[in-house]
Every structure is written in C-alpha cells, then in structure tokens.
C-alpha cells in the first residue's frame, strides 16, 4: 500500500526559507501529480502547489513568488521550498499524490510548521 | 475568481440521522472533477469520493455523493460515531488549478 512519508524542519524564524521533503513508499510513484497543501491552525485547506514526472509545476497565484516545487522520480521524492517566511505560513504542511481522478487519494502525515521570532 | 462554498458551516446530528453537506461552485463545474474529503482531529484528509460520485477505496456506501452543475452534495445516510468530522469539497480545474471548499464540520449533537 502506497504511503506518503515527509520531513522537514518545524520551527522556523520570520524571513527564512522553508523546505519539506516527501517520498512515495510502497508504490511506483505513479500518481499524476504531486502537491503540497498546507492548513492554518483552526482553517481549512489550502492548495499550494503540484508538480508532474517530467518536472513542471503549477503554483497558486498566491504564494508562486515565494513557493518552489522540484521532483526526482529516481528517489520518488519531491520537495517544497517557501521563502520569506512570515508567521502567515504557521501551518500543517501536507503532500499528497494526485490522481488521474483529480483527487488526492495519498496523503503524507502532515508536518507542522511554525514560524516565529 | 472561482470559490467552493460549503454550507452548513456546521450540522449538529445524532449517530444514526442522516447528514447532507453542499458544496456550491461559483460556476458549473464538469462532475467528474468534484471530490470530497474527510478530516479528523489531527489527521490528514482522507478521499471519500471522486467524480462527484465515485466512492475511493475502503469507503463504505453509507458515503454518497451527487450533484451537476454548479450543486453538489454529500450525503452520509446513517451517521456512525466514527463519522464526525470535517468534510472538505475540492474542484480541480485551470485558474486556480485546485480549489478547497471552506469545510463543513458533523458533530455530534
């Protein structure tokens, strides 16, 4: 059964970049795309990012000044960077693997990052 | 700008009632890219349904799902404790590629 298993720091100071890693186990890393969401303490979802096999990310108008999305198939992993870190970005960081569906079907556990002085 | 709007905000229910959440796109919508979500304390959404109808793996049938257009709806026919939650809606589409809804919180009454 295919999981989602990510890392990264978790508490982070006001002006640096965040960076959070997610590989695939279990599975051929055969999703369509791959996403980052994020959900605000007490708020609901909000859909950062995602990025194909081949390397070409979409990003929400939003954050794409601030957001990068890389992916390496060999390792099944992807990654996420956020610069210019405010305490807005306080946050649970989520990937999850989107399907041919147009649904996220796998989700990573979720890390939760904090960004404070 | 393209919004999903999830009404009630919350419904209060007793295990055993039947629930119905809508998700309300600010334009039509093609079915098959409307999902839900369930979300417990603490936990990583799970996918209920896809293609607006569709149930995902492991997802019983007491799950269902409907709507066209720009209405869509989640029914949960007869709640189980283990069903209170927060239920999302989510559109994928081209500008913005994906779109939550605002959630709808099931508790238990």
């Known amino acids: 059964q295919e999981q989602l298993q990510q890392w990264g720091a978790g508490l982070l100071k006001p002006s640096e970049t965040l960076s959070l890693s997610c590989a695939e186990y279990?599975?051929?890393?055969?999703?369509?795309?791959w996403a980052w969401i994020r959900q605000p303490p007490g708020k609901g979802l909000e859909w950062m990012g995602h990025?194909?096999?081949?390397?070409?990310?979409i990003y929400n108008v939003s954050l794409q000044s601030r957001v990068t999305i890389t992916v390496d198939p060999f390792k099944k992993q992807f990654s996420l960077n956020l610069r210019s870190l405010t305490a807005a970005d306080t946050a649970v960081y989520y990937c999850?693997?989107?399907?041919?569906?147009?649904?996220?079907?796998?989700w990573g556990e979720g890390t939760t990052v904090t960004v404070s002085s | 700008e393209f919004v999903l709007t999830q009404s009630p905000g919350t419904l209060s229910l007793s295990p055993g009632e039947r629930a119905t959440l809508s998700c309300r796109a600010s334009?039509?919508?093609?079915?098959?890219?409307l999902a839900w979500y369930q979300q417990k304390p603490g936990q990583a959404p799970r996918l209920l349904l896809y293609?607006?109808?569709s149930r995902a793996t492991g997802i019983p049938d007491r799950f269902r799902g409907y709507g066209s257009g720009t209405e869509y709806t989640l029914t949960i026919t007869r709640l189980e404790p283990e069903d209170f939650a927060v239920y999302y809606c989510?559109?994928?589409?081209?500008?913005?590629?994906?779109?939550f809804g605002g959630g709808t919180k099931v508790e238990i009454k």
């Open positions: 334009q039509s919508i093609a079915f098959s890219f």
């Open positions: 989510q559109h994928y589409g081209t500008s913005p590629p994906v779109t």
């Open positions: 293609g607006a109808s």
């Open positions: 990025i194909n096999h081949g390397g070409s990310a």
């Open positions: 279990g599975g051929s890393f055969s999703g369509d795309y």
């Open positions: 999850a693997r989107v399907t041919v569906f147009h649904c996220m079907d796998v």
